[in-house]
């Protein structure tokens, strides 16, 4: 007696080309992140950020407004200030331009002055794109301030016109060869 193949044949074939599409979609949070190009993130910065510079309450309100989780505890000390005095929320973000990110948002005193810093990181992306859309899309030059110590470089462009007394700041660790970046902006808080 023979025995016919056909009928499981066809459903293993239905079954693969069900999995097979999950399989190669399927990507950890890491691999999404070290995709993510320096205009995606640049955009997310000046989103979440740039465009809401000195207004710790809006940055806050938009993160949840847009379904952010919250910063899992690990991360904080990436984007958290370090003077414990300083109110601090931080978010992950999974979704939209730039994502996945970690988005941080600090309001503390700084010269008797409260200065509200908003910052978004990729411990994945390659600086130089980012450096590249920054002066596409915010119309910046060299930075003001460019400096490497301890393997890390650290620039500053300040951007009065954005805000009085605003500055960008943008953190890396590309002097010892990792990617990855850190990109903030400081201004005087509005609220």
């Known amino acids: ?19 097979l599409p999950v399989l190669a979609t399927a990507q950890t949070a890491s691999e999404r992140a070290a995709e993510v190009s320096g205009e995606d993130f640049v955009k997310a910065f000046l989103g979440n950020c740039a465009q809401n510079a000195g207004n710790f309450a809006i940055v806050i309100a938009a993160a ?12 904080k000390p990436l984007l958290a200030p370090q003077d414990p005095r300083a109110e601090f929320v931080g978010y992950y973000a999974q979704s939209g331009d730039g994502a996945p990110y970690f988005l941080g948002v600090a309001k503390g005193d700084l010269d008797g002055r409260s200065f509200t810093i908003c910052s978004i990181a990729n411990p994945y992306i390659e600086t130089a794109q980012v450096v590249s859309a920054l002066e596409k899309f915010a119309d910046i030059d060299d930075p003001s301030h460019d400096e490497s110590a301890m393997g890390q470089r650290y620039r500053v462009w300040f951007v009065d016109e954005w805000s009085e007394d605003a500055f960008i700041s943008l953190t890396d660790a590309e002097p010892m060869g990792y990617g990855g970046a850190t990109l903030a902006i400081s201004a005087p808080s509005i609220n």
């Open 64 to 75: 949840e407004a847009l379904g952010f989780s919250d910063l899992p505890e690990e991360m």
């Open 1 to 19: 007696m023979r025995y016919d193949n056909k009928p499981l044949a066809q459903a293993i074939s239905l079954c693969c080309a069900l999995l």
